[in-house]
C-alpha cells in the first residue's frame, strides 16, 4: 500500500494561508477581515481597536460606514446609530476592508448594555480625574496596582502585602489622601464588569482603613471604572487591578518647604 505524504511545499503554502487568515495585519489590500476589540482612541474619522491578540488596529471610518447597536443574547434585535456613538472604552466589531497600512470600516457594530456601560465610563473620568489631583493642586507621590484573579474582588497575600507596604509609607507622609480607581479585564458581561470593578475598589478601601491602620477620613471611596483601557479583547490579568494613589497637596508641601 502506497503512502503519500503531502510535501513541505504545500504544507508551507497551508500553514501561511492560516497565518494569513489569523492576523489582519498581513491582509492585502482589498481583502476583508472581521476585527474584534476594544476601542482605544478616536480621532476624527479613525479609531483605534486593540484585538484579542492585544495588538491596536487602526480603522477608518467613512461615508460608507454602518454602525449597528444590538440588543438581546443573540444580536438579532439591532438599531442604527451615528459614528458618534463611538467611545474609548467601547467593545466592537469592526467589519473592515484592508487598506494601506491599515483598515476602512464597512460596519461597526457593538451591545446595547456595552455601550451605556462605556458612557457610564466616559461620565465619570472628568470626576475622577479630579479626585486624582484635583486639577493639578495634587502631587502623586506613590502608586500600587492591586491586582485580582479572574471574577474576584478578594485580596490575594500578595495584595494584602502590596497594601501593607503602601500604608506605612502614606503614615511617614503629612497631610495624605489616598484615591482609587477599580478595574477589570474585558470578559464577561459589561455590566457585571462595571459592578466587579467598583467592589474591586471598595475592597481595597475597606483593607487600608480597617486592616493597614489608615485614617479612614484619608482614603477616599473608591471608582469603579469598569474595563481597563488597556485590557484587550480576552482575559487580561494586569487588567483585573486596583490603581492605587498617595498623593499629597502640593501647596502644603511647597509651605513646609520653606
Known amino acids: 500500500m502506497t503512502h503519500r505524504h503531502p510535501s513541505r511545499?504545500?504544507?508551507?503554502?497551508?500553514?501561511?494561508?492560516?497565518?494569513?487568515?489569523?492576523?489582519?495585519?498581513?491582509?492585502?489590500?482589498?481583502?476583508?477581515?472581521?476585527?474584534?476589540?476594544?476601542?482605544?482612541?478616536?480621532?476624527?474619522?479613525?479609531?483605534?481597536v486593540k484585538d484579542a491578540n492585544n495588538v491596536e488596529q487602526t480603522v477608518t471610518l467613512d461615508a460608507g460606514t454602518r454602525y449597528?447597536?444590538?440588543?438581546?443574547?443573540?444580536g438579532a434585535i439591532?438599531?442604527?446609530?451615528?459614528?458618534g456613538a463611538l467611545i474609548p472604552g467601547l467593545p466592537v466589531t469592526v467589519d473592515a476592508v484592508a487598506a494601506g497600512g491599515g483598515?476602512?470600516?464597512?460596519?461597526?457594530?457593538?451591545?446595547?448594555?456595552?455601550?451605556?456601560?462605556?458612557?457610564?465610563?466616559?461620565?465619570?473620568?472628568?470626576?475622577t480625574s479630579a479626585r486624582m489631583d484635583e486639577f493639578g493642586t495634587y502631587e502623586a507621590l506613590a502608586t500600587v496596582d492591586v491586582l485580582f484573579a479572574s471574577g474576584s474582588a478578594a485580596l490575594s497575600e500578595q495584595a494584602r502585602s502590596d497594601l501593607l507596604a503602601f500604608a506605612a509609607k502614606a503614615k511617614e507622609t503629612g497631610e495624605y489622601q489616598v484615591?482609587?480607581?477599580?478595574?477589570?479585564?474585558?470578559?464577561g458581561n459589561a455590566e457585571a464588569n462595571q459592578r466587579l470593578s467598583a467592589q474591586r475598589a471598595d475592597a481595597v478601601a475597606d483593607f487600608l482603613r480597617q486592616q493597614a491602620g489608615l485614617a479612614p477620613g484619608r482614603v477616599r471611596a473608591g471608582a469603579g471604572m469598569g474595563i481597563s483601557p488597556d485590557a484587550g479583547s480576552g482575559s487580561n490579568a494586569g487588567a483585573r487591578k486596583v490603581v492605587v494613589k498617595l498623593v499629597v497637596d502640593k501647596g502644603v508641601q511647597a509651605g513646609k518647604a520653606k
Open 103 to 127: 483598515f476602512t470600516a464597512t460596519e461597526v457594530s457593538f451591545k446595547s448594555e456595552d455601550f451605556k456601560v462605556a458612557q457610564q465610563v466616559q461620565a465619570g473620568l472628568a470626576p
Open 179 to 187: 484615591v482609587l480607581q477599580g478595574f477589570t479585564d474585558a470578559t
Open 78 to 83: 439591532h438599531e442604527k446609530v451615528e459614528q
Open 9 to 48: 511545499a504545500r504544507i508551507g503554502g497551508a500553514l501561511l494561508a492560516t497565518l494569513l487568515v489569523a492576523l489582519p495585519a498581513f491582509a492585502a489590500d482589498g481583502d476583508k477581515t472581521k476585527i474584534k476589540g476594544l476601542v482605544t482612541a478616536v480621532h476624527g474619522d479613525t479609531i483605534t
Open 68 to 74: 449597528k447597536k444590538t440588543k438581546g443574547l443573540t
